[in-house]
């Protein structure tokens, strides 16, 4: 059984960082592209950083590119999120997802595709 879950997430006030990490059992991550979508209160999930199976193509969004910085580590089957200066508007439910085979991380962000795997989330919250 797949699970993949979530962790890292918390409260932090502007300008601080938070590392966020998604753990995957039950299948082994250097065969799928992964990436972090957010989804903030009355909003579309989108896709914020996405990183392909050999860890080349990555994608970031103009929102958190700079900022934000997607990695992998396939002997611990783990993906992170290193959040950066962060702002009131990265406020969000942050959720890892993993797709089998190879993807350009644009593509696996571009939309939140149903058959991918997710996680349940974490919560972010940055205050003013």
């Known amino acids: 059984q797949v699970q993949v879950v979530e962790s890292g997430g918390g409260l932090v006030q502007a300008g601080g960082s938070l590392r966020l990490s998604c753990t995957a059992s039950?299948?082994?991550?250097?065969?799928?592209?992964m990436g972090w979508f957010r989804q903030a209160p009355g909003k579309e999930r989108e896709g914020i950083a996405c990183?392909?199976?050999?860890?080349?193509?990555?994608y970031y969004s103009d929102s958190v590119k700079g900022r934000f910085t997607i990695s992998r580590d396939g002997a611990k089957n783990t993906l992170y999120l290193q959040m950066n200066s962060l702002k009131p508007e990265d406020t969000a439910m942050y959720y890892c997802?993993?797709?089998?085979?190879?993807?350009?991380?644009?593509?696996?962000?571009?939309?939140?595709?149903?058959?991918?795997?997710w996680g349940q989330g974490t919560q972010v919250t940055v205050s003013s």
């Open positions: 997802t993993a797709r089998r085979g190879y993807y350009f991380g644009s593509d696996l962000c571009s939309h939140p595709r149903q058959d991918n795997y």
């Open positions: 039950g299948l082994t991550t250097s065969d799928y592209s």
């Open positions: 990183i392909d199976t050999e860890a080349v193509d990555i």
